[in-house]
């Protein structure tokens, strides 16, 4: 709900100012605890999402991607393709240029043919 939402980003203002030299409330330290516990699991989540797949087959569904659109970035390249970032970049370089300035800055396109 909403208001569960409003409470998660309270206590996230709140972790983000006390550094961990800081004494913390035992409270506020077992909220701290619980989220950073929590965080390391969805991370842990998609990471496990992130095997690497067949080149071939992240090929397709990135060719597929760039006839919908010509520029992405990364993230939502990882998004589409559900690759880990340095395999997805190998495969990138190979195949795209990666815009480092421009109205385009930080995105990738194909290679022109």
Not at 41 to 65: P, T
Request: glycine fraction near 2%.
């Amino acid at each position: 709900s909403l208001r569960h939402f409003h409470s998660e980003l309270l206590l996230l203002d709140k972790i983000r100012v006390h550094s961990s030299s800081e004494k913390v409330h035992p409270l506020l330290s077992s909220h701290i605890r619980i989220y950073q516990h929590v965080e390391y699991e969805k991370r842990k989540k998609e990471e496990a999402k992130c095997a690497r797949a067949d080149k071939q087959k992240v090929l397709e569904v990135l060719f597929s991607a760039f006839e919908k659109h010509q520029y992405y970035n990364i993230r939502d390249l990882m998004d589409i393709t559900k690759q880990p970032l340095i395999y997805l970049k190998e495969i990138l370089w190979e195949i795209g240029v990666y815009n480092s300035r421009g109205p385009h800055k930080s995105t990738w396109e194909l290679k022109p043919e």
